[in-house]
Each structure stands twice: as structure tokens, then as C-alpha cells.
């Protein structure tokens, strides 16, 4: 199959892009597009063999539910089977935006979107793009991150051209995402809130609107069968290298001992005699996580056999990029 580029711009042609995205998404087809997070990979969520095609896409367990995406929260509502005051509390505070809610899933929605599972995840996009899209195809769109299966996900149409062209109809391009690691995920569906994925979305500004939220279980319990998302494997957003997760003053002493090619992802500027790919990001946890998938992509491009990775300060601002590192080394 030839995945069609379709150029987003402000102009006629922008719009007639999006027209075209629009038809393909309702008559069953598979278009990536902009998040305000990463690209998604989308298609109509109420349709079952559409959905399908996106796990054949990925290459992606059936066992792995997916986000589906609204234009506002009146239409998350036809997502959901119920709407608590803690919802209506965290959507009138972040929405559009980075977070996504797991709730009931309502009976419109077909169980593969959710993998089977009783619940579904929904968000509203910031992204002027994916609002468009959603407004112009009139109908909830489920999409996962436009990437295969546990590789790095995609903040431009080159990274999702790179993974899934020829597996897909179309690409939306609309430029860089401006967050660029995919949203906070909350579950809701119990007695107590659960923060399931950390991001941009941070838990204490959560527990602000509606109070204390668990955290899931750390990543190694993650591992085991008894996950509640089961999306959240070990290893993912991993780069296709072998990947060390460093303390900064270690990383020196690692590459001299080391006989194979490098990149390294670092806050700081390359030391001197260095001969190592280095990347250097900013030091502030916003600016990192607009790179991070960027520098991988790079890095990987490059064909590199390791990647060293920093170790990020604690600050609760770093969660989700810790978090992102973690996978991606493990
Ligand atoms: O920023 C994002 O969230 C991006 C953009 C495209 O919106 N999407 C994204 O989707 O990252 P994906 O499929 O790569 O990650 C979805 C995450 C997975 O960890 C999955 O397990 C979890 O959400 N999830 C989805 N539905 C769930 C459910 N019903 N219960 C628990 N976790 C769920
Ligand atoms: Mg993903």
C-alpha cells in the first residue's frame, strides 16, 4: 500500500488535506496524524474492522487497548458509560490537553478498541490539527501512537513515515509536536484514582483538582500478568540499539571502555576527546521532552549500536521523561 502525505497548512490547501484525511478515516481507512503529544495512528472507533487494522499496522497485541480521541467533552460522554465528578472536575481543568481518562466503556464503543477490557481510555487533543480532524470526521477516532509496536514514538511525519509507511493510507502532516512525549494516563474506573502513565499532565497537579491518586505498581511488577494496562510493558518507546541508563559522571568511564559505536542523550555539552555521537538536550524536563524522541530518532538513524542515556534529576517535572527513559533501557 502507498501512504499518501497530505500537508497541513493554514490555506486552501490545508484545508483540502484535511477533507481528504476526513474521508479516509470514515470510510474505514488508517491516517496518522498531529497530537499535541506525539502522532497517533488513527481510525473511526466505531468501527471494530478498522480498529483491527490498527493492531495489524503496529504489530501490536490485541491485549493492548487504545486511547480514543474527541473533538470536546460533550462527545466523551457518548465514550464513556459514566461520568463522574472527578471527571468533569479534570477535563473542565485540562482539556484539551495531555491527559487521558480510563473509564466505563460505553456500549457504542466496540470491545476491541479497548482490548476486550470493561474500560476506555479517552482524551480531548490540544492540538489545533486533531481538533480540525475530529470536527471534520464528526465521530470519535481511537489511535495509539503512530509507531511499530515498542519502537520509539513519532513527533513528525518523517518518524511515522519511517515505521509504518506502506502499512498505512495516509499521513497528516502538520509539523513537529509541540510536547512531544504521549499524555498523562489516569484510571477512574475505580474506588481510587490511579495514575496508570505519567506525563506531561503532572500527578500533583492532578491531586490538586480532585485529591490523592496511587500510582501504579513499579515497572518490574509491571512485567508480571497482572497488570491493569496492559500497554505499560517493560520495554517500549525503545530505540533499536542497546541502551544503558547512566548517572552523568559515569558516562565517560562507560564509553572508554566501550568498542562499538555510540550516542549519548545528555543535559550537558560534550566533554572534550569524546568521540561518541552526543546529543545534548535542554536542561529544563519541558524542552527535554520536545527532543527526546527526536534525539532517538537520530540516534537510531545513525545506526548506532548503544545509546547511553542520562540519568534525570528527581523533580517531580521529570516523572514522565524518567519514566520514558526507564522503558526505553530496559
Ligand atoms: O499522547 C498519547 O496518549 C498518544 C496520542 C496519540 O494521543 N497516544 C498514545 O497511545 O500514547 P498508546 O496506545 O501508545 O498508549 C495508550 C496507553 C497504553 O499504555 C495503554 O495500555 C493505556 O493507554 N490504556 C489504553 N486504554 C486503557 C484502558 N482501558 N485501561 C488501562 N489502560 C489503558
Ligand atoms: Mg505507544
Known amino acids: 500500500m502507498e501512504t499518501l502525505r497530505l500537508r497541513y497548512d493554514a490555506g486552501p490547501e490545508g484545508a483540502r488535506a484535511l477533507a481528504h484525511a476526513a474521508r479516509l478515516l470514515r470510510a474505514g481507512r488508517l491516517v496518522a496524524f498531529p497530537t499535541e503529544t506525539v502522532y497517533g495512528l488513527g481510525a473511526l472507533a466505531t468501527d471494530a474492522s478498522a480498529v483491527r487494522k490498527i493492531f495489524t499496522a503496529k504489530g501490536r497485541p490485541q491485549s493492548n487497548p487504545l486511547i480514543v480521541h474527541v473533538a470536546d467533552e ?21 482539556w484539551p490537553g495531555a491527559l487521558t481518562l480510563v473509564l466505563p466503556r460505553a456500549p457504542g464503543i466496540p470491545a476491541i478498541v479497548s482490548a476486550g477490557l470493561s474500560t476506555i ?12 480532524l475530529l470536527r471534520e470526521v464528526g465521530e470519535p477516532i481511537a489511535a495509539p501512537s503512530a509507531n511499530r509496536y515498542t519502537a520509539v514514538s513519532p513527533t513528525t511525519a518523517e ?19 509541540p510536547v512531544g512525549i504521549e ?29 490523592a491518586v496511587d500510582e501504579r505498581e513499579g515497572l518490574t511488577a509491571m512485567e508480571g500478568e497482572a497488570r491493569s494496562s496492559p500497554g505499560l510493558s517493560r520495554r517500549h518507546y525503545a530505540p533499536d540499539a542497546r541502551v544503558r541508563l547512566l548517572p552523568p559522571e559515569a558516562i565517560e568511564g562507560f564509553l572508554r571502555n566501550l568498542d562499538e559505536t555510540a550516542g549519548v542523550l545528555s543535559r550537558f555539552p560534550k566533554p572534550p576527546g569524546v568521540e561518541a555521537a552526543w546529543v545534548q538536550l535542554p536542561g529544563d524536563a519541558e524542552g527535554f521532552a520536545r527532543q527526546l524522541y527526536g534525539a532517538l530518532h537520530s540516534l537510531e538513524d545513525l545506526g548506532v549500536r548503544w545509546v547511553v542515556l542520562e540519568e534525570l534529576p528527581p523533580g517531580p517535572e521529570w516523572a ?3 519514566d520514558r527513559l526507564a522503558r526505553a533501557g530496559g
Open 74 to 94: 460533550a462527545a466523551a460522554h457518548q465514550v464513556a458509560a459514566a461520568w463522574p465528578e472527578r471527571a468533569a472536575r479534570l477535563a473542565a481543568r485540562f
Open 159 to 177: 518518524h511515522v513515515q519511517k515505521s509504518l509507511g506502506g502499512r498505512i493510507d495516509a499521513i497528516l502532516d502538520g509539523g513537529a509536536t
Open 320 to 322: 514522565g521523561l524518567r
Open 183 to 211: 499524555s498523562t494516563v489516569l484510571d477512574l474506573s475505580g474506588d481510587r484514582p490511579t495514575l496508570l502513565r505519567p506525563g506531561s499532565v503532572l500527578r500533583e497537579e492532578i491531586e490538586e483538582v480532585i485529591g
Open 121 to 132: 481510555a479517552v482524551r480531548v487533543p490540544a492540538h489545533p490539527v486533531a481538533q480540525a
